[in-house]
């Protein structure tokens, strides 16, 4: 089936540019993901992080957008990349949202703000109905996160991390868009009626 790309919009928040990312933002991936406090809670990153891998995985970032697979945003604050928000394994109008900030961002907002405005792009602009997540059980932060933007907690199950090295128990989300308050906000500018 043809897929119709969706435009590769920045997204402005009240104190962050959310930028779709490019090949360009490696090295500044590769130095927040060089901290163990940060890759130790994600799930699929390795730890220490490989240059190359996180090269070519940037570097594959536009096609992925344009074939439909992943929205990726390097979150910038006045300039600068201090995270990333994505959406990915997109099949069958679901999604999963990931996120991760380096640790001098942490505790003023910026991932609940960057990621509210990404799960609006996912209904609104990418035509997603439901979204998955998941945290590890010892991240209480990325919880709060998805709780603050109403995703649900369906179980907890065990799953191989690559950057632990060993199973960890991982708590996974849902949100369906009917669920997401700030929906209809951002259908303003869309029509509200193909909700
Ligand atoms: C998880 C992460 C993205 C949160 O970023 P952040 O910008 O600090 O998040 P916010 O400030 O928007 O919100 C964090 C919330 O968690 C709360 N919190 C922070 N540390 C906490 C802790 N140890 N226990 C309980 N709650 C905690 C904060 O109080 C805040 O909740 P509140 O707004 O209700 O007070 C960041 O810690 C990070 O990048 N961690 C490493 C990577 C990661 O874990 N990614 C997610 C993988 S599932």
């Known amino acids: 089936m043809e897929i119709t790309p969706i435009p590769r919009e920045t997204i402005t928040t009240a104190r962050l540019v959310l930028r779709p990312s490019t090949g360009a933002d490696a090295q500044r991936a590769f130095e927040i993901q060089s901290d163990w406090a940060v890759t130790r809670m994600l799930r699929m990153a390795s730890f220490p992080p490989d240059r190359a891998e996180i090269e070519a995985w940037f570097a594959d970032h536009p096609r992925e957008w344009a074939a ?103 708590c996974r989300y849902r949100l369906p868009r009917e669920n997401f308050a700030e929906c209809g906000r951002l259908f303003d500018k869309t029509d509200a009626q193909t909700l």
């Open 68 to 170: 439909g697979e992943a929205y990726r945003f390097a979150a910038l604050r006045d300039g600068r990349m201090i995270g990333l928000v994505d959406l990915d394994e997109i099949a069958d109008g679901e999604g999963e949202i990931g996120y991760w900030f380096e640790p001098a961002s942490w505790g003023r907002g910026f991932a609940s703000e960057a990621a509210r405005a990404v799960v609006g792009f996912a209904f609104a602009e990418a035509g997603l109905s439901m979204l998955r997540s998941g945290h590890a059980a010892d991240n209480a932060a990325s919880g709060r996160v998805l709780e603050r933007l109403g995703f649900h907690l369906l179980d907890r199950v065990e799953r191989p991390s690559r950057s632990c090295g060993e199973t960890i128990l991982q």
